[in-house]
């Protein structure tokens, strides 16, 4: 049962009245000569005994008054004998004060970061909306406009179907972009891991993009005195990963510009490091680079065919090795991504 603070101040009098008066009450049947020992001892008694009431009710009624906030703040059913073991020889009041700051800090951190992932959140559904809303919109009006008559039209009937099926190509990247993520993600992706030589890997990768770098006159060179270098990885997953960021040297590259790709020993590990020349990346841009749709440059990403989705499926793919990737980049500099791969078990 509670009991008000004027409740138990009453109990509390009431009780030191009746013991004091106990003792007073003897005093009359005690000699003069003895008088001054006796109330030197009522005082000491009437002191110790006021003392391990007062203390002994106020705690329990702290205890009890703390023990249901603890409940909510350490999610415990803790008996009011644990939380007071806990806290003897200590200040409760400071002791709880300390705590539920504590406690505050980490449900504010938590409100926190809840907050950044509703806000990532509606980014995300935002701009998924957006990228698939541009070629459903665009294949929809080349399509009606075939249907409208355009279809007799010998001058943009063709044209205008090539179009429908860029747009149609471009959602099915999308989709398709997604759902390797979700995968990532999940775990539903499995890694078939193999030996294989990264060198020769990067130099078909170089070789499939070797007409769009020409284009911009950006050469493509690999940095290495070796000719293999074996790793151990998903070779499908790794070649994604490494075509994704050769590209993208190639579509943010300088006209006349270059793209290297080194490689460093790093123990049981290979670093891999594809480094350009071109326009690089502000500085504040660099921790977003890897979010889902995220672009520096929207128009330019759009114009190239890309879908925004390509650094953040790097990311993962490598996080599911168990790899992570770095960027360092510099406005008008260029740009620098490295990660590492495991050194096949046969490697030197």
Known sequence: MTRSSKNI?????????????VFSTFSFFIKNENLWKYLSIEILSVFIVTYLIIFYTLRKVLINKITPIYKIIQKTSSPDLSLTDSYEDKD??????????????LKTREIDKLKKLEKYRREFLGNVSHELKTPIFNAQGYISTLLDGGIEDKNINYKYL???????NRLITIVQDLESISKLESGELELIRED?????????????????????????????????????A?????????NNLIV????????????????????????????????GIEEKYLPRLFERF????????????????????VKHILEVHGESIHVRSTLGEGSAFSFTLKKASNSK
């Open 92 to 105: 409760i009041i400071d002791e709880t004060e300390k705590d539920v700051e504590n406690w505050a800090k």
């Open 234 to 242: 998903d070779k499908q997953r790794i070649t994604d990963v490494v």
């Open 9 to 21: 101040s009453l109990i509390l009098a009431i009780i030191v009245a009746l013991f004091t008066g």
């Open 196 to 232: 294989f030589n990264i060198i020769q890997l990067v130099k078909e990768i170089i070789d499939v993009h070797e007409m769009r770098a020409n284009q911009m006159k950006i050469s493509l060179n690999i940095v290495s005195s070796d000719k293999t270098i074996l790793v151990n």
């Open 162 to 168: 090539e179009k429908a099926d860029q747009s149609i």
């Open 248 to 279: 993208n040297s190639i579509l943010y590259g300088k006209h006349q510009g270059s793209t290297s790709i080194s490689f460093y020993d790093m123990d049981n590990k290979i670093l891999i490091e594809i480094s350009d020349n071109g326009v």
């Open 294 to 313: 995220f672009r520096v440059d929207k128009s330019r990403s759009r114009d190239q065919g890309g879908t925004g989705l390509g650094l953040a499926i």
